[in-house]
């Protein structure tokens, strides 16, 4: 069975903050089909690596991790 696979690299002042904010999710992921890991490299560069069996599992993993990366990022503007 093929693997999928997207990284992602986001530069940011709160890569720290963001990456607290979806500990969470990243500890209670439930779905079977895709595996999300999430790390800080430096001061301020924010990884994120979305694995999955299918297509599909890796387009839901991603449409919600990086929707709560972006809420994540707004709220930091916000305050």
């Keep these: 069975m093929s693997r999928h696979e997207a990284l992602f690299r986001f530069t940011t ?3 720290d903050q963001i990456y607290r904010s979806l500990l969470p999710e990243l500890q209670d992921e439930v779905n079977p089909r895709s595996v999300t890991q999430c790390w800080v490299e430096g001061t301020g560069m924010l990884v994120m690596l ?3 069996q299918d297509i599909a599992a890796l387009r839901a993993a991603l449409n919600m991790f990086l929707r709560l990366v972006m ?5 930091q503007q916000i305050t």
């Design 50 to 52: 979305v694995e999955a």
């Design 71 to 75: 809420v994540a990022d707004e709220m």
């Design 13 to 15: 002042d709160h890569a």
